[in-house]
């Protein structure tokens, strides 16, 4: 699963990464280091064919939900399925986003009763994004759509593996313009799901970092500085 992760990007760094036309006030904008589920967090998707950014909580909520409250259970949707279960098959044909992150965060049991946390990135500081998808979700007695987002997992790669069995899809900036939709036609499926592989352990890294970091509150520099 990927439960916390990181997005240290500055609002000008962000807008030219995912080279963004629709701009947002800056004065909104802010590094995030610990973010959890339930949370709101950014999203790029397309609107009316241009890249936008989107705020949106996460944990799906899918469409026809009787109500809000499973969302925190679906924070994760696992690549092998995502296609044909019901909670996800209309997002994965239609919503799907990239969600805006530079790391996350994975625990490695010691014993019964202790675990580490890692931080894991990509080496150098190289840009990317886990495959997302979105959804819209509207109260019979509210006006106002509730928007929330799950982030794609897969086999853990051999760096995530001693930590996880699950690890976040992971994708590279050339992937974004297919998973987002971008051009003339939709995207096979099974164009897709070729997209949802582990990411290459050797392009990667890990280190342990405090356990400070398991606290929602904390969200700050020192949880992703080495321990």
Known sequence: ?????????????????????????????????NIAPTQIAPVVRLEDGTR?????????????????????????????????????????????CLVIADGFYEWKKESAKAKQPYFITLKDNAPFAFAGLFEHWKPNDVSD???????????ANELIAPLHDRMPVILAPDNWPRWLGEGAGPVAPDRLKAMLAPFPAGRMTAWPVTKAVGNVKNDDPSLVQAV
């Not at 992760?5 to 800056?26: C, D, I, K």
């Open 145 to 155: 759509l509730i928007e929330t987002f799950t982030i794609i997992t897969t086999t």
């Open 1 to 33: 699963m990927c439960g916390r992760f990181t997005n240290r990007y500055t609002w000008r760094e962000l807008h030219a990464l995912y080279m963004l036309s629709v701009g947002f006030p800056q004065s909104n904008f802010r590094p995030r280091y």
């Open 52 to 96: 936008e950014i989107a705020f949106l909580k996460w944990g799906l909520v899918p469409s026809w939900a009787k109500d809000a409250n499973g969302g925190a259970k679906l924070i994760n949707a696992r690549a092998e399925t995502v296609a044909d279960k019901p909670a996800y098959k209309n997002a994965f044909q239609r919503r799907r």
